[in-house]
């Protein structure tokens, strides 16, 4: 009698290939948790025998933002909410209506931000992100206006052009320490 | 031909185990992969905002972490918001020493595009950060991210 064959053994070669394939996979996608934020750019620091430059900027270019330790906001010297800011902000950087005492051209115009040390980190982002949407939006609008595409749609060159018109200049001041808060 | 009978091909090595071996491998990593990002001392919830950017490259971040001690401190160090650079709590003046060892620890080309991230608590004072932030200048470290999370209502 011949002898019984055991029946032949599923290949599992392939396997480890798989498994290794799998490996991979995994090594690649786990990005852990990506890091996201509001971006600027600090000032860099004065010169110490540089003499103090102060660069004349006409009244209605810059738009005044004062933040006290309350979180209240004074955007050229009217109490406004954070709500209200993307709104002023916009209607300052473009001014539609050529108003007189708002910026003479988008790249005039300059933002002047005022914290107290009092301030509460998150109105002061929330400032700069309202800040961020002003001008995003601004550039969104006229990158559909001008090219009929999104702003990340747009080749390089159209892309900062449109930036460059409305160019972010947001200019810091040393926050002032008026108490009530800290 | 007795001895050629005998006479077999080499037996294949046996590599049924392997898959199990790959696996063990596979899980290993998936589990283990927490990247050892530098224990928290500080409590902290970043605020949130909308227009946020992703930090391209992770190796070219340095952070700054700003908040209250987080309980098993709080003992040790009151309540007040403080600083952590690494590991260890620090004043604002150790910035600049922080910021220099971080860039002798990447080579030349990369310093211009060194990043420094400040995650503080959404509660924290500005004053501090202030300080943190005029250290930055002083160390002529200039591009700084405030790390926020999306939100998504608008208000």
């Known amino acids: 009698m011949k002898k019984n064959r055991a029946t032949p053994e599923v290949n599992a070669g392939s396997m480890a290939d798989i498994a290794f394939l799998l490996l991979i996979f995994f090594l690649v996608t786990t ?5 996201k934020g509001i971006s600027i750019r600090l000032p860099p620091m004065p010169e110490i025998d540089q003499p103090e ?24 010297g009217k109490l406004v909410t954070i709500k209200e800011l993307k709104k002023a902000t916009k209607n300052f950087i473009d001014n539609p209506s050529k108003d007189l005492t708002l910026s ?8 002047s931000l005022k914290n107290d040390r009092g301030t509460s980190y998150n109105t002061y982002i929330q400032v700069h992100n309202e800040l961020k ?19 990340e749609k747009l080749t390089k060159e159209q892309g900062d052009e449109i930036r460059d018109y409305y160019r972010q200049v947001i200019s810091e001041a040393e926050p002032e320490d008026a108490g009530g808060g800290n | ?14 590599t049924s185990s392997l898959p199990d ?16 990002q530098t224990d928290l001392k500080v409590k902290l919830v970043v605020p949130q905002a909308t227009e ?27 309540t007040a918001p403080r600083i952590q650079l690494n590991d260890a709590f620090a004043v604002p003046s150790q910035v600049p020493e922080f910021i220099e060892k971080e860039r002798s620890a990447r080579s030349e080309a990369e310093i211009p595009f060194l990043t420094t991230s400040i995650k503080a608590d959404r509660e924290t004072k500005m004053g501090i950060v202030t300080d943190v932030k005029q250290e930055l200048r002083r160390a002529n470290s200039l591009k700084l991210n405030y790390s926020s999370s999306l939100r998504t209502e608008v208000y």
């Open chain 1, 31 to 35: 990005t852990i948790d990506t890091d």
């Open chain 2, 52 to 78: 946020i950017q992703k930090l391209e490259k992770k190796s070219l971040v340095s952070y700054i972490y700003i908040g209250p001690p987080s309980e098993t401190f709080r003992s040790q160090f009151g």
């Open chain 1, 133 to 151: 949407a002003a001008y995003n939006e601004l550039r969104e609008a006229k990158a559909q206006a001008e090219y009929g595409r999104a702003l």
């Open chain 1, 53 to 76: 430059e102060n660069i004349k900027l006409k009244e209605r270019n810059v738009l005044k933002i004062l933040v006290n330790s309350a979180d209240q906001l004074l955007v050229d």
């Open chain 1, 104 to 111: 003479e051209s988008p790249q005039k115009a300059v933002v």
């Open chain 2, 21 to 36: 071996i790959v696996f063990m491998l596979l899980f290993f990593f998936m589990v283990t992969t927490v990247l050892r």
């Open chain 2, 1 to 14: 031909m007795k001895l050629q009978k005998k006479k077999k091909a080499p037996p294949a090595i046996n």
